[in-house]
């Protein structure tokens, strides 16, 4: 993959992660005008309603990325998508919802009736707005989610800013609707968007079977992948009380940057992927993985090394109330995660290989190491390691991952190639200069 060749398609992304950064600093802003309490509470309906798309996305929704590519196929595959998406949201959010008193007294949580009762309308208004979202990644339009992404995260802001300037707290409820304002406007701009894309038919080639033999495991797999990425809160709302989850949650809202950067790259790279198995093209994958493992990584290195020497003590206090300061520990501890999430490509490549089951060994085992870190930090009750956890997973993954693909000789993976961004950089800036001659 010649990097100079998809410039456009790779500013369009930055764009759009800008627009995270530029959200994540607000939102900071957003956390000084809650309690600790109610931005735990707050993340719990988000981390609830996260984990319910990401089980419908991939049980319906990748499959138009999988399969969408073939012309042919595309509105039988988008009406196959469609209609799960419908049902397993309705399905998932409305048991939630009926089991809102058992899970509040499983989690001795009275104020988690709060949150809940949202559970369906926040559902409801995410439905268009993900399902075109993936039409758009299908398509690479990634200047079409930029824009869509723009409105979602300007709406926020919009709101937030004005809490900010007319009053010194907001209650939970206005966090929630704010956000729920950002997600209706969104897809409002995200159906404009596709109107040409969405079409719907049962014409076409492709079978429900064969997107349900890729769908069940990977739908398996990604819920397992992300439980520690949206449900951690929950498990260790076992053993500490909403003051501290919410300190807790503060540094995630930090670390998010370095997750929205993944995610970017992520959707930069499955779809290319994807191609480069299905045309046996290893040469291709080979060269588009190590440079986006290298390239990643060193910029996360630098990145978390000035975040370490003082710059996220200047953000905490720039933008939070003194009730926070605890949580840049929190943060600095998540920074390791850094080293590893770079590897969390290689989900991507070995989805694409086909090698669904697999997968799903690899990514049980980081989970279950990971969920025992939880319960130790749980039992030590010592909540200034709560994050070891979540470092845990990304760890165990990398270094399974790392060793999967190259036995199994998806990609051969060297430790060299982790510094190849060192070496391409350099010739890239000497065509630049020669160019220029």
């Known amino acids: 993959m010649q990097i100079q060749n998809h410039i456009a398609k790779i500013s369009w992304t930055l764009a759009d992660k800008v627009l995270y950064v530029i959200y994540g600093f607000v939102f900071l802003i957003q956390i000084s005008l809650l309690t600790p309490e109610n931005i735990a509470l707050f993340n719990f309906l988000i981390a609830f309603n996260t984990w319910i798309f990401v089980i419908s996305d991939s049980f319906a929704l990748q499959s138009i990325i999988q399969y969408g590519f073939d012309k042919e196929n595309q509105s039988k595959v988008n009406s196959y998508a469609g209609i799960m998406h419908l049902l397993v949201i309705g399905v998932l959010s409305g048991l939630v919802y009926i089991s809102r008193y058992l899970i509040s007294d499983m989690f001795s949580e009275p104020r988690f009736l709060e949150i809940i009762v949202f559970l369906p309308v926040l559902s409801l208004l995410m439905i268009p707005r993900t399902f075109c979202l993936k039409l758009m990644l299908r398509d690479q339009a990634m200047h079409k989610i930029f824009f869509a992404n723009f409105i979602f995260f300007g709406v926020m802001v919009f709101r937030i800013i004005s809490f900010k300037l007319t009053k010194n707290t907001i209650g939970l409820d206005d966090a929630i609707y704010i956000y729920l304002e950002g997600v ?43 439980f520690t990425k949206y449900l951690d809160y929950f498990l260790l709302k076992l053993f500490f009380p909403l003051d501290q989850i919410g300190l807790y949650t503060a540094a995630r809202s930090l670390f998010k940057f370095f997750e929205e950067g993944m995610n970017g790259v992520n959707g930069l790279i499955y779809p290319a992927a994807v191609r480069a198995a299905s045309n046996n093209d290893k040469p291709a994958l080979q060269s588009m993985i190590t440079k986006a493992i290298s390239f990643t990584l060193i910029g996360y290195v630098f990145l978390s090394l000035a975040l370490s020497l003082g710059l996220a003590e200047i953000m905490i206090t720039f933008f939070m109330k003194l009730d926070y300061l605890e949580s840049i520990l929190h943060f600095k501890i998540m920074l390791i995660a850094t080293l590893f999430l770079p590897f969390n490509i290689l989900y991507f490549v070995i989805t ?30 010592e909540s200034i390691l709560m994050p070891i956890g979540y470092v845990t997973f990304y760890c165990a993954f990398a270094i399974r991952a790392f060793f999967f693909v190259n036995n199994h000789q998806i990609i051969s993976l060297k430790f060299s190639d982790l510094f190849r961004a060192f070496g391409d950089s350099y010739k890239f800036v000497q065509k630049l200069i020669a160019g220029k001659r």
């Open 184 to 226: 209706a406007f969104s897809s409002l701009a995200a159906v404009l968007m596709t109107l040409r894309q969405i079409r719907f038919s049962l014409k076409g080639k492709i079978q429900i079977k064969k997107i349900m033999s890729f769908s069940l495991p990977f739908t398996l797999t990604n819920s397992v992948n992300t």
């Open 352 to 381: 694409a290989s086909g090698r669904h089951y697999e997968l799903l060994k690899i990514v049980s085992q980081s989970f279950a190491v990971s969920v025992l870190s939880f319960i130790l930090i749980g039992l030590s009750g």
